[in-house]
């Protein structure tokens, strides 16, 4: 009876990041269509979303203006701190080392991410600078819808060297 219980826990809890992810994708189309590298995200506390955001570098021409990094700066306005150790964060591709270093230091307990990045990321990609030992360990989880995710990223690059 307890592992039955077990499962079904198991399954709501996939089932709600499979929806927190779902609107991470929702932000990366956004982007992508401002011509912005389709990147989403969104801030999580508790079980309801606090906070979205989608790349706007080229928009605001700001190296900052990364959807993890503006939606962790929305989320602390909204709780009205900084530290940000009661929530989640989703996004679509593995954070850069600035979103993942701004991770530690807003104390973020978990990220999902989507798709690897090979040629920046740094959770699992270029190197796992979550390892490191910071004053503050993230907890990660990938590949939450990484196919859709990679299509979106793929199909921008492509029209992007069409133009």
Known sequence: MNQDRDTIMKSQENLKKYKYMQAALQEAIKAEQKDEVPVGAVV???DKIIARAHNLRETKQSFEAHAEFLAMKKAAN???SW???????YVTMEPCPMCAGAMIQARIRSLFYAASDPKAG?????MKLFEFPFNHKVNVESGLLADES??????FFKKL???
């Open 150 to 155: 990679k299509e979106i990223v793929q199909r």
């Open 122 to 126: 740094v959770v699992d990609s270029v």
């Open 161 to 163: 060297r069409t133009k």
């Open 44 to 46: 999580v506390y508790q």
């Open 83 to 89: 530290r940000l150790e009661d929530c989640d964060v």
């Open 78 to 80: 909204k709780i009205g």
